[in-house]
Nanobody, 119 residues
Framework: QVQLVESGGGLVQAGGSLRLSCVAS????????MGWYRQAPGKQRELVAV???????NYADSVKDRFTISRDNARNTVYLQMNSLKPEDTAVYYC?????????????WGQGTQVTISS
């Protein structure tokens, strides 16, 4: 079993910054990717940023040049540095980890952390 624990959410004013962290623990085998998704009220969950072991990083167009994803492999931790925050960034942010075992991919999710941006 894999556990993901997020931290770093909160309430900030537009233009501010936040840094999210997600620590993975448990029976972790080969990590294929770690990333961040978000879900705003009434909307579907969407990819924010992902860092893949084999092919680097990808960002949603809406956060490019403002958010940076990074990973500390030794600590099984992924970070999301969020700058120049906008009210439309308000959402619950979820950490995601994808592992590969026996040729199958397994997805794990954190409990989510609330990010609220005031105008």
């Amino acid at each position: 079993q894999v556990q993901l624990v997020e931290s770093g959410g909160g309430l900030v004013q537009a233009g501010g910054s936040l840094r999210l962290s997600c620590v993975a623990s448990g029976r972790i085998f080969s990590i294929n990717a770690m990333g961040w998704y978000r879900q705003a009220p009434g909307k579907q969950r969407e990819l924010v940023a992902v860092i893949r072991s084999s092919s680097g990083t990808n960002y949603a167009d809406s956060v490019k040049d403002r958010f940076t994803i990074s990973r500390d492999n030794a600590r099984n931790t992924v970070y999301l540095q969020m700058n120049s925050l906008k009210p439309e960034d308000t959402a619950v942010y979820y950490c995601n980890l994808a592992t590969v075992k026996g040729g199958l991919t397994y997805q794990y999710w954190g409990q989510g952390t609330q990010v609220t941006i005031s105008s």
